[in-house]
């Protein structure tokens, strides 16, 4: 399907002849599983990925912008695992992001809760 009759396939493949490449492309909002490098895990049984929520795209590198869940730190990371099927309960982002930002002492679950996505 094009977005119009006249053109037999997309805008950018009308401008450079080939289809764009969104291999890269995800779901804002979905929780995204950022690796943690062997250098920065304190021992053996430490946790191989952090669970974070994806924001966007850093915009001088190929990295993915996330939020880590745990901390409420912004990062940057190339190496991630994604689950578009689901995100974050909004009560937990509230409660992470007074933390981080206004300084509240808020209790976190120990666990990250996560829902499915409504699509």
Not at 106 to 111: A, Y
């Amino acid at each position: 399907m094009s977005p119009t009759k006249a053109l037999t396939g997309t805008t950018p493949e009308m401008i450079t002849g080939q289809k764009p490449d969104v291999r890269n492309l995800r779901v804002c909002g979905c929780v995204a599983f950022a690796h943690v490098p062997k250098e920065k895990r304190s021992h053996k049984l430490s946790p191989k990925a952090v669970p974070t929520l994806f924001l966007g795209y850093a915009m001088n590198s190929l990295e993915y912008r996330l939020l880590d869940l745990r901390s409420g730190k912004l990062i940057e990371r190339l190496d991630v695992s994604f689950r578009e099927d689901v995100t974050v309960e909004s009560s937990y982002l509230e409660e992470l992001l007074a933390m981080q930002y206004e300084g509240r002492e808020v209790q976190l679950p120990p666990n990250v809760p996560f829902v499915p996505r409504c699509t």
